[in-house]
């Protein structure tokens, strides 16, 4: 499956499981800090059967052009988001498997990390959605102090629109399965979402950081979350 296919039925996906949820006039606090007119229920359409399995599908053959089998040798998830998904994929890659978390656990360069991974892994860094991508910066700076090396990000969903990983000082490159722009595609061709509501996604699409600011959020990628 090519990697248009793969973005066209992860849209689908989350259209057909109601996990895309569309708010302009109550704006979602984003916990990048970002305001936005839509929210991204991840763990909903992974409640749904088939729509897991077509998730879990896409993920895998992503990975394995993105990274390939022998390109890294474990698998760590960000906390919440991450977990269920992170998983699910290390099962399916046979691959050791921690949670990286926010605030430390305990003591020492590994007190960020739930779990055993060997020091000088090759980690795969999966997570469910990214916005501006800041957090995943810390998240792989926590597996840095503690002797991984972050082969690459994997996310079900990017934003899209601010992406920020490179310049966090990680040097791991941030994929994933679809964007908003496959969605507005999938969303226009089935008619899935009503169409005022459509119109505030482009608008907001056009301009994320002029919307935030006029709704409540922060006004760009400086700014604190």
Known sequence: MDQDAIARRTAQALLDTRAILLRPDRPFMLSSGWAAPVYLDIPRALSFPLARRALLEGAEARI???VGHAG??????TEQGGIALGAMLAERFHQPFAVVRRRAQGFGADAHIEGALRPGSRVLLVSDVTTDGR??????RALERAGMEVARIFVLFKWGIF????ADGTGA???GLANWDDVV???EARGALPADDLA???RYLADPVAWSAAHGGIAGLDATP
Not at 135 to 140: D, E, L, N, V
Not at 163 to 166: G, L
């Open 135 to 140: 957090s995943k910066g810390a998240y792989c």
């Open 72 to 77: 890294f040798d474990a698998v760590a998830a």
């Open 163 to 166: 992406d920020r990983v490179a």
């Open 200 to 202: 505030e996604l482009r």
């Open 173 to 175: 490159g941030l994929f």
């Open 64 to 66: 394995l052009a993105e």
């Open 185 to 187: 595609e999938a969303a």
